[in-house]
């Protein structure tokens, strides 16, 4: 990392590979899942330390429903069993916010994320958001619905609708929008992770696969935003 003054207040993540790193190593899709919960509690350990304020993780979006009832199954359990329980009882200081539409989650995962929150909602290190069952354009249909019912509702005039609105009616509302994107495995597209918030983002992809994607990688991917010069649409 070039300069420990300019360090992103806010990575976002998009965690890909986990199925091509289990199969480049023999392994099954599962085991690469679990690999990947594995190494978000070492890097989110990590940019804690670093002093990153926020890091919004994709780990389930609204569309990976369409895979097998069993890969499903085991994406769910890890996020209970394993990365759930992991923070409840860490010391790292994080806070945990999960995202997304918990209303179609099962109940005892739903009941889970509520404890997790609560118990961890004063610490003050980083805050660790966890998409799950989340999707960018749903985020902003809800956001539009609560706005429209406050309209309905005589709370807000139409002329009170602006970004700062907007932005308070997402999940992330309070949180700077992400400074850096990375995307891992090589893909180079946003797939409905937080359109709204990424606007001015600087985008940073690596060929490694989430599983395999060190500290010394996320080092290496914030010194190239580093080197950016950000203009947010200035000269
Ligand atoms: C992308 O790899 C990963 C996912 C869709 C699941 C993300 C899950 C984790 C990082 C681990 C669990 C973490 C939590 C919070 C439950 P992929 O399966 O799309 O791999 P591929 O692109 O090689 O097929």
Excluded: C
Excluded at 17 to 44: M, T
Excluded at 135 to 145: F, N, P, S
Excluded at 171 to 192: C, F, K, V, W
């Amino acid at each position: 990392m070039e300069n420990i003054d300019n360090i992103p207040s806010h990575i976002a993540i998009i965690m890909d590979g986990n199925r091509r790193w289990a199969k480049k190593n023999n392994l099954q899709a599962a085991q690469g899942h679990k690999e990947g919960a594995e190494n978000l509690k070492r890097l989110s350990k990590f940019a804690n330390k670093l002093g990153i304020k926020y890091m919004t993780v994709y780990a389930f979006s609204t569309e990976n429903w369409k895979r097998t009832e069993e890969e499903v199954g085991a994406i769910m359990k890890l996020l209970k069993f394993y990365i759930l329980d992991f923070f409840k009882s860490d010391d790292n200081n994080i806070k945990v916010k999960v995202i997304g539409r918990m209303e179609d989650l099962p109940k005892d995962l739903s009941n889970e994320i509520k404890k997790i929150e609560e118990k961890t909602k004063n610490n003050t290190g980083m805050t660790l958001n966890i998409a799950f069952n989340y999707g960018g354009r749903d985020e902003i249909v809800r956001a539009t619905r609560n706005i429209a019912q406050k309209v309905k509702n005589n709370e807000i005039e139409i002329e009170d609708i602006n970004e700062d609105l907007i932005s308070n009616n997402l999940y992330t509302a309070g949180q700077p929008d992400p400074d850096l994107l990375i995307r891992t495995s090589g893909e180079e597209r946003i797939s409905n992770f937080l359109p709204w918030q990424i606007s001015y983002s600087e985008f940073v992809f690596t060929d490694k696969y989430w599983p395999e994607y060190s500290e010394e990688d996320l080092l290496e991917s914030i010194a190239i935003y580093q080197k950016r010069t950000r203009r947010f649409g200035g000269k």
